[in-house]
């Protein structure tokens, strides 16, 4: 009976693995590519080994707006530019319908930070300097607000990497 229950387990644990692998891959591959800005890091935790520290300009945007105001979890608008990735905060979001160009992005509030998708870039030992010029996160994001970093670019939306190649 003990080795039906452990393999049980095992399987279910094997296929909420396996669900949510395949929750990431559907949102990388049909998600909307969303740009937004990065905010200047203390330069002493920009590089750190192989990985660099992110912050959004727009969390800093919706902090100046709001205050402390703002809940510990939720969603924001966002609007792309016409005819590019490139993302502005429009407003917390309120249920109203989205319009042309806009999305939804989730937020938590951690240790008085908006993190929205991730707080760090993680790439190859010995490649920090492909990566000195972005100036923006890309994200892949889902209607329902959830979003996965993809890539950095540069200003003018180029990817940066080891040869400059789209994620």
Do not use: K
């Not at 009976?1 to 990431?24: E, P, Q």
């Amino acid at each position: 009976m003990a080795r039906w229950l452990i393999a049980a387990g095992l399987v279910l644990v094997l296929g909420l693995v396996n669900a949510s692998i395949w929750r990431n891959e559907s949102l990388l591959a049909s998600g909307t590519l969303v740009s937004l800005e990065l905010a200047p890091v203390d330069p002493r935790s920009l590089m750190q080994g192989d990985y660099m520290a992110l912050d959004w300009a727009l969390a800093r945007e919706l902090r100046q707006r709001l205050g402390e105001d703002l809940p510990a979890a939720g969603a924001i608008v966002v609007r792309r530019e016409a005819g590019s990735s490139r993302a502005a905060l429009v407003r917390l979001d309120d249920g109203t319908p989205l319009a042309e160009r806009e999305n939804r992005l989730a937020y938590t509030v951690r240790d008085g930070r908006i993190r929205i998708a991730t707080d760090a870039y993680f790439f190859q030992e010995g490649r920090a300097g492909d990566f000195e010029r972005a100036r923006y996160g890309a994200l892949r994001v889902g209607g329902d607000g959830r979003a996965l970093l993809v890539g950095l670019q540069d200003a003018d939306l180029g990817w940066l990497g080891p040869r400059g190649e789209r994620p």
